[in-house]
C-alpha cells in the first residue's frame, strides 16, 4: 500500500462500536462575527426551510460571494460538530484506529505547523485535529475578519438582510462589509476539504450507530446541504467526494427525479384545467364538479 498523505487518500478500513450516545457538539459552537454574518445566517435558515435545497445554496442577490462564504463554512463546522458529538463515544482509538472512509480511503494528518510532516493517527484524534485546526482558522480575524466598517457619523446604523419573501425578514441599507485576505476562498476550499472527511468517516463508520439514535435524517440533510454548496461553488474537487460518490449520487439523482414530477405534475394541472374550462365553461362550478361532469360522461 502505498504511503498516504494530509491530501491525499489511500487504502483502509474503520470500524464503529457500540455504547450510550451524546449530543453535545463535539467543538464549542462557533459564533459569526458580526451583525450582517448573522443576518446571512438567518437567511439561509429561512431558505434551507423552504426545501429547494438547490435555491438555498445560491448566493443572495447583491451580497458578497466571499461574506456568503464565510457564513456557511462556520455553519458547516457547526453542523459537522454536532453530528460528530452524537457518535463520539463510539469512534474510539479501538474501534477506529486509523482515519478512513471506507475500504480504499485513508487519511494522515498534517498542518504544516505543529506536523510538518503526514502521521498515521486513529480516527477520533484525526478528527480531533481537524476540528480543533478549522477552530483555529476561524477564531483568526487575519482569515476571517469581523469588524465592519463604519458608517459616517450621523448616518443610520441599519442592518442588512438580504431580499426575502419571508415577512419576518426586512431589507434595509445595505453596509459595507470587511476586507478578506487574498487567499480567504483557498483557506476555505481546504477547510471544506477536509470537514468532507468527517462525513465520509461517519458514513462509512457509524452510519448503523447513526440510524439507530434516529438520527440519520438529520446526518442525511447536513450532508445534501454541504454537497449542494461546495458544488455550487466549485469549492471541492470530485476526487476529494469520491469515498460517497454513490451517496451522493443517489442524493442528487432522487432530487431531480422529484423535480421532474412536481414539474409534471403542474404542467398536468395546468393541462387539465384548461380542458376543463373549455369542455365546462360555467363559472359557477367548482374543478371538482366539473371533474365530475367529465367523468360521468364519460361512463
Known amino acids: 500500500m502505498a504511503q498516504a498523505s494530509s491530501e491525499t487518500p489511500t487504502t483502509s478500513n474503520g470500524a464503529a462500536s457500540s455504547s450510550k450516545s451524546s449530543n453535545k457538539h463535539f467543538k464549542e459552537e462557533k459564533k459569526h462575527g458580526s451583525q450582517k454574518r448573522m443576518a446571512l445566517h438567518e437567511y439561509s435558515s429561512a431558505t434551507l426551510g423552504a426545501g429547494n435545497m438547490a435555491e438555498a445554496v445560491k448566493l443572495p442577490k447583491g451580497e458578497d460571494s466571499l461574506e456568503w462564504l464565510a457564513v456557511n463554512v462556520v455553519d ?38 505543529k506536523f510538518k510532516k503526514p502521521i498515521k493517527v486513529s480516527a477520533p484524534k484525526y478528527i480531533d485535529y481537524l476540528m480543533s485546526w478549522v477552530e483555529t482558522q476561524i477564531n483568526d480575524p487575519q482569515i476571517f475578519p469581523i469588524e465592519e466598517e463604519k458608517t459616517k457619523k450621523g448616518a443610520q446604523e441599519n442592518v442588512y438582510v438580504p431580499e426575502l419573501d419571508y415577512k419576518l425578514f426586512y431589507p434595509t441599507r445595505k453596509k459595507k462589509g470587511v476586507k478578506f485576505p487574498k487567499d480567504f476562498k483557498s483557506v476555505c476550499k481546504t477547510i471544506l476539504k477536509r470537514l468532507f472527511r468527517v462525513y465520509g468517516h461517519i458514513y462509512h463508520s457509524h452510519i448503523q450507530k447513526i440510524a439507530q439514535l434516529d438520527c440519520e435524517a438529520h446526518l442525511n440533510t447536513c450532508f445534501k446541504h454541504f454537497i449542494y454548496f461546495v458544488k455550487e461553488f466549485k469549492l471541492v474537487d470530485d476526487r476529494e467526494l469520491a469515498p460517497l460518490k454513490d451517496t451522493i449520487q443517489a442524493m442528487l439523482e432522487k432530487d431531480a427525479q422529484k423535480k421532474i414530477l412536481h414539474v409534471n405534475k403542474q404542467t398536468l394541472e395546468s393541462f387539465c384545467g384548461c380542458y376543463l374550462f373549455v369542455q365546462f365553461p360555467s363559472h359557477e362550478l367548482s374543478i371538482q364538479q366539473k371533474m365530475q361532469q367529465l367523468y360521468d360522461g364519460i361512463n
Open 76 to 113: 458547516f463546522f457547526n453542523e459537522i460538530s454536532l453530528l460528530y458529538g452524537i457518535i463520539t463515544e463510539f469512534c474510539t482509538d479501538e474501534s477506529c484506529p486509523l482515519m478512513s472512509a471506507g475500504p480504499k480511503y485513508e487519511y494522515l494528518w498534517m498542518d504544516g505547523v
